[in-house]
């Protein structure tokens, strides 16, 4: 038996534990190739991967140490006695080896595969190895399957609700807070959306980080119920809720090596929404070269697996697809955006015209989910909600029951960055900004980011302000001026002071 310790160290998702070379309990100098342990004592085995240490400052001879995400699993309290055991490698790899052989997998291995990453039996090398090889070629069927697995074994349910409705955006478009504007339309309506929302880790922020600047965003099932009860509308962090656990975990693998494909796509937000136990779905698919869908041939082929998805598991998908050519509203960055979403909501002579227009046409979509409504007359009930202010009183209504947040001010070290010739503005590079704005800090600090003042066909002058940066600390700062110095991500067609 061993004494178990906790280190305080996060390895992003991963099970680690470690022994001192001279353990009571194991030769270690004759582990080889089996470096992963089974840990007993808890009421469930936790699966790790073993470190060796040296130390014994780290790790006593008769201890065993776990990182933070181990240690929470096991539910024990530091000084309780384990045993351990090696684990052989899952029989579950041996699906991976088949799909990089080209093989089409079952619905049985990729249940088993999901299984074994919620156990936390997969390193992140052994994800990394099923992500490449199911992102080669995966079969409409083999899509349904990994879906059904993602979705896991917990799913909220609205024994109350016949239409349990939620928005999803693919992302890739700056700014394009539209969910934070839709959400309390469609519920001033009446239509229950308990909208689940991610933070963001590669673009500037994500819709769970602007509304948190607002109002608490983390809620376990039972208070996201009582949220909807009272108001029908809810904006809640996906990662706070005990639903698609795997789902979570490749989520995080994928993000830290940057690969995202379709049908990883679409069944990581199949599933999440159907864990969340929604009815209805909209997607919104914005179309831009430099967004994530790059042309409207990937969008359709993308729209057209979702809806085969949802038809074999009864989920109703509207999928549109959108302009996504530049960012959508003056805001990048979580204060920046959670100020535009409030001047739409307050129907403000300054809102940006672009987030209101997609926010309307996006509800007016998700409004025509109710039988009640023809089609084509979504856009005027949203429209209406919103001049009325409506949609502000449940906005209002919303944040207050999740728990108001003091007023957050955007980044107080800024920079002007200027056009250098006189023109229009041509295209602005979606990627470009983004990169900008996580550099200011955005993905860290919720007022850090950019404020767009000129968008496309906009009219600027040599010296005039086409962008501002704000940023939270100097080194974010001299990173952002650093790679706008090369590249503002503006093009602009010069014209004559004549014309």
């Not at 602007?210 to 039972?222: P, R, Y």
């Not at 119920?225 to 962090?237: T, W, Y």
């Not at 704005?437 to 919720?446: E, F, I, M, S």
Request: aromatic fraction near 6%; glycine fraction near 8%.
């Amino acid at each position: 038996m061993l004494t178990l310790k906790h280190l305080p160290i996060l390895s992003f998702n991963e099970n680690l534990a470690y022994l001192h070379r001279d353990c009571t309990a194991y030769k270690v100098d004759d582990i080889n190739q089996l470096t992963k342990i089974e840990i007993h004592g808890g009421l469930k085995t936790v699966y790790a991967f073993l470190q060796i240490v040296d130390d014994a400052r780290l790790v006593k001879p008769n201890e065993i140490a776990l990182n933070t995400e181990a240690f929470k699993m096991t539910n024990l309290p530091e000084g309780a006695k384990v045993s351990i055991t090696l684990s052989a490698p899952p029989p579950s790899l041996n699906s991976i080896k088949r799909k990089i052989a080209g093989n089409v997998l079952s619905s049985g291995e990729y249940s088993a595969i999901v299984n074994d990453i919620a156990s936390k039996r997969y390193s992140n090398m052994d994800i990394v190895s099923f992500l490449v090889a199911s992102g080669s070629f995966m079969s409409a069927p083999e899509v349904l399957s990994l879906t059904e697995a993602l979705i896991g074994d917990r799913v909220i349910s609205w024994d109350k609700e016949s239409i349990v409705a939620d928005h999803h955006c693919l992302g890739g478009v700056p700014g394009n807070k539209t969910d934070l504007i839709v959400t309390p339309i469609v519920a001033a309506y009446g239509l229950s959306i308990p909208k689940t929302a991610s933070y963001s880790l590669t673009s500037c922020a994500g819709v769970a980080d602007t509304m948190s600047v607002l109002a608490n965003v983390d809620f376990d099932e039972e208070n996201l119920k009582e949220l909807i009860e009272q108001n029908r509308g809810a904006i809640v962090s996906y990662n706070a809720l005990d639903i698609a656990r795997a789902n979570k975990i490749v989520g995080n693998v994928e993000r830290q090596i940057s690969i995202t494909q379709p049908e990883h796509i679409t069944a990581s937000i199949l599933a999440i929404k159907m864990a969340a136990g929604i009815t209805h779905l909209l997607i919104d698919i914005p179309v831009g070269p430099k967004s994530r869908i790059k042309n409207t041939n990937e969008a359709m082929r993308l729209r057209k697996l979702m809806e085969y998805v949802g038809d074999m598991l009864s989920i109703e998908i509207d999928a549109v697809i959108t302009d996504g050519s530049e960012p959508i509203g003056n805001g990048v960055g979580a204060v920046l955006e959670a100020r535009d979403v409030m001047k739409v909501l307050s129907n403000k002579k300054d809102a940006p015209q672009d987030l209101r227009e997609k926010s309307l046409f996006l509800a007016g979509r998700m409004l025509e989910f109710d039988p009640k409504l023809r089609g084509g007359q979504g856009y005027a009930a949203a429209q209406e909600i919103l001049d009325s202010g409506q949609a502000l009183e449940m906005m209002n209504r919303i944040i207050k029951a999740q728990g108001q947040k003091d007023p957050q001010q955007p980044g107080k070290l800024t920079r002007d960055v200027v056009a250098n010739v006189n023109g229009v503005v041509d295209a602005i590079d979606n990627s470009r900004i983004n990169k900008i704005g996580v550099l200011a800090g955005a993905t860290q600090y919720p007022g850090a980011g950019i404020d767009l003042l000129k968008k496309v066909g906009d009219s600027v002058y040599q010296g005039e302000t086409l962008f501002r940066i704000h940023s939270c600390n100097s080194t974010d700062f001299a990173f952002a001026n650093s790679v706008v110095d090369g590249y503002n991500g503006y093009e602009i067609t010069p014209q004559d002071d004549e014309d």
